[in-house]
């Protein structure tokens, strides 16, 4: 929205950081939301980070894994938490996959961001900087992910030759 946008690039010319916080909610079961968010969308928003209430609530039960209830059921999750405490170690959710998908997304980003900064530099691959840069411009937030890692990865490769 073009007033966020604003708000957004005044605080960057302050010298300021903006981070997304708790949205959605860390124990809600939509992978393929947190991976966007996380990722692509943080980056296409304009945002520097994010932040979730607890990676593991306070109040998140033990899941004893000989429960009828997980026997029977699967394991019951809670609202606040990416991942439940299990008796013998952490137990992960989808919602933490697709966290860590984001986050790693926002990784192959970085990377690229690097070797195209470097090509710049040198003056190396100045047609595939100014492909890849426009090819990132024009990105849709509704791109399929893992077309846009393999395709990060594959002009990251290029560009570090």
């Known amino acids: ?32 939301q947190h991976r966007r968010h996380r990722g692509l969308g943080l980056w296409k928003a304009g945002l520097d980070g994010t932040m979730t209430w607890a990676y593991i609530h306070i109040y998140t039960r033990t899941a004893w894994l000989d429960a009828p209830s ?26 933490w996959e697709g966290y860590r998908e984001g986050y790693d997304d926002a990784r192959y980003l970085a990377t690229l961001e690097d070797a195209l900064n470097q090509a710049e530099t040198t003056g190396k691959h100045t047609i595939l900087v100014a492909r890849t840069r426009r090819w990132l411009d024009n990105l849709s937030v509704h791109t399929d992910l893992d077309d846009w890692r393999f395709e990060m990865a594959r002009r990251t490769t290029a560009l570090l030759r």
């Open 1 to 32: 929205m073009p007033h966020y946008q604003r708000s957004i690039r005044g605080a960057h010319q302050h010298g300021n950081k903006i981070f997304s916080y708790f949205d959605p909610q860390g124990g809600m079961q939509v992978p393929e």
């Open 70 to 95: 997980i026997k029977d059921h699967g394991i019951s999750w809670s609202q606040n938490a990416f991942v439940l405490r299990g008796p013998q170690g952490v137990l992960d959710t989808l919602s």
